[in-house]
């Protein structure tokens, strides 16, 4: 069983940046792309970003510029680095692992955690 965990949400004022963690199984880290969603309350899970095996990235254009992924091979952990904090970056954001590059299917996933961005 494949399991991806999530670390790093919590309760944050708007304006304030978090850094989410996603933990991958190796063997998974070093042969699938890691990609990010959230969910926000009431809506669909919707793609946040991704990174590829090769740390080759893409992002949903609308957090371009606020959000970063990237990737730490020693550690085969998957962050996701938020800032500019806004109320409706409010979610559970799930981490997700999946190939081929660039359209992974996704089909291992972690848990979720939960990010909330008070006003």
């Known amino acids: 069983q494949v399991q991806l965990v999530e670390s790093g949400g919590g309760l944050v004022q708007a304006g304030d940046s978090v850094r989410l963690a996603c933990v991958v199984p190796v063997r998974i880290f070093d042969n699938y792309a890691v990609g990010w969603f959230r969910q926000a309350p009431g809506k669909e899970r919707v793609f946040v970003a991704a990174i590829s095996w090769v740390a080759t990235t893409t992002y949903a254009e609308a957090l371009k510029g606020r959000f970063t992924i990237s990737r730490n091979t020693v550690k085969n952990t998957v962050y996701l680095q938020m800032n500019s904090l806004k109320p409706e970056d409010t979610a559970i954001y799930y981490c997700?692992?999946?190939?081929?590059?660039?359209?992974?299917?996704?089909?291992?996933w972690g848990q979720g955690t939960q990010v909330i961005v008070s006003s």
């Open positions: 997700a692992a999946g190939r081929p590059w660039p359209a992974p299917n996704f089909e291992y």
